[in-house]
């Protein structure tokens, strides 16, 4: 009997020991990944419910473009299940024209440290009017269009503008517009199981994805992509090592005229990145798989094993989220 149970007690030591081993490495994976990144903030906004009201109508109005025939919503929706951008290369603006750069998510938008690829706004705020008043996008002709339409009652009720400024003598204006298109934008904040797990949810992330995860960090991917959003709150060149392919569009050299800015781009948040390809600046890259390896290889100068890029791309799948007010 003590010969049968011996192979027993040894089996049950082994496996809890191995058990015990998995948790405190997923233990102190939860505790590095929380150090790094962090959790998104809820979406708890300090602007008025009607403020907020009146930035989702307009938001959704494609009154609010010359022809009538786009809103932010067309490149940015966030309806049903959007995920805050439109999958295209560039999108087409209201005349049909293609933008220069791949259009971002709009989800998590608020916490960013400046808005576009080049970071020219430094707001939501200040980003709303540039769609609106770029010729290529919705190609609004003015401010005082805009304002027209507004007051007439052709892009939203009247009513609910003047219920989101009750103090204001003149509320149709385009920065009234601005500020309620940034309101309703700061709710759209996503979460997602790669919070779960850095709330101490061990099982939220599989092995594979846990693993890579580590990779991620390993690999230095958080030099610039760390933060709550995985990036969003700093600037990099794009071809640290090996050059980029793409040596047309300049970056926020076009913005600052500085040399030192050649190349260099706002670094995308990876939240929500599965679901929102194409990739980079410019959308010609149309594999998260691809995206991972040509960043190893511009950024660092090495190329990547398979098995860890289909490791890390496992673990990036895992920041696909939902609003944290959808259903």
Known sequence: ?????RPIVLLTVVFLLSACGKNDDT???ISRSARVFGTIPDAQTRDAAALVELGRELYF??????????????CHPVDGNGSGADLLPTSPGALGAPGRRNTPTVLNAALHGSQFWDG?????????TGPILNPIEMA???????????????????????????????PFTLDHAAR???????????TDRFDAFQNGHRDALSAHEQQGLDLFMRYGCTSCHNGPLLGGERFQKMGIVNPYDNEEDRGRYEVTSKPIDQFVFKVPSLRNVAATPPYFHDGRIRTLEEAVERMVWHQLGTEI????RDAIVAFLGSLSGKL???D
């Open 1 to 5: 009997m003590r010969t049968l149970l």
């Open 27 to 29: 233990s102190r994976l």
């Open 61 to 74: 109005s494609e009154h609010l473009s010359a022809n009538r025939t786009q809103s932010c919503n067309s």
């Open 120 to 128: 020219r706004a430094g707001t939501l705020e200040e980003q709303a």
């Open 140 to 170: 609004m002709s003015s401010p005082e269009e805009v304002e027209e339409r507004l007051r007439k009652g052709e892009i939203v009720d009247p009513r609910i503008i003047r219920a989101a400024f009750p103090d204001e003598a003149d």
């Open 180 to 190: 309620a298109l940034a309101a309703f934008e700061r709710t759209l904040r996503t």
């Open 305 to 308: 094993p398979a098995e860890d």
């Open 324 to 326: 944290v007010d959808a």
